[in-house]
């Protein structure tokens, strides 16, 4: 049985009457152990998978540098940094060999490769065996609908080449989970950076 947090169990659930987007109750039974849980019913062929992701805003409300270092001690406002982010991620992927993660934004990414160049070869490494895929090819998330063609260009060309050069990653998909509006030129421009 997999221990709490620490590896992946699919369990196939026969469903009688099955009524996408209901809600039912179950047991899965191991080792004279019966685990109540509850499932919702999916459409048929469907298999999801959740990987582990995080999203910093640097620039938006505080400066780039707040997001890599603690900057409000204070424990009802403390939240961890992108650096301890990246590490724990790492960490995890060097424990548990299915471990698997996404990294995106280059604001963090940059600063945390200048500054830790003990996790270089691993962070490689992880990208070369598939275990972490690198998202979004831009610099970071621009808010396309309030700056030029230009700026968004020159961010797919910072952010795909720092991806691609120094990372050894080739970015494949495009997002912006966190703007506020996006220019309908954008899905062009980014087929054209790749």
């Known amino acids: 049985m997999a221990r709490p947090g620490h590896g992946v169990v699919e369990i196939p659930v026969a469903v009688d ?4 987007g209901r809600r039912r109750a179950a047991r899965a039974h191991a080792a004279g152990v019966a685990v109540p849980f509850t499932f919702t019913v999916a459409e048929p062929g469907w298999t999801v998978f959740m990987i ?5 805003d640097p620039v938006w409300w505080n400066t780039q540098g707040a997001y890599t270092s603690v900057w409000q001690p204070d424990p ?20 548990e060999p299915e471990y698997k993660f996404v990294l995106a934004e280059v604001d963090y990414l940059k600063p ?5 160049p003990e996790d270089r070869a691993d962070l490689r490494r992880l990208i070369a065996d598939g275990r972490v895929e690198v998202m979004g090819g831009t610099y970071n998330e621009p808010n396309t609908n309030l700056t030029s063609a230009e700026t968004t260009i020159r961010n797919f060309v910072h952010g ?3 991806q691609r050069d120094v990372l050894g990653a080739a970015p494949a998909t495009a997002w912006q989970l966190d703007v506020f509006g996006h220019d309908p030129q954008f899905p062009g421009m980014a087929a054209d950076a790749g």
């Open 52 to 56: 582990s992701h995080f999203h910093y």
């Open 17 to 20: 009457e099955p009524v996408v």
């Open 76 to 95: 009802p406002s403390r939240c961890r940094n992108g650096f301890e982010l990246v590490r724990a991620h790492l960490e995890m992927a060097r424990r």
């Open 112 to 116: 945390y490769w200048d500054t830790h």
């Open 160 to 162: 795909s080449g720092f």
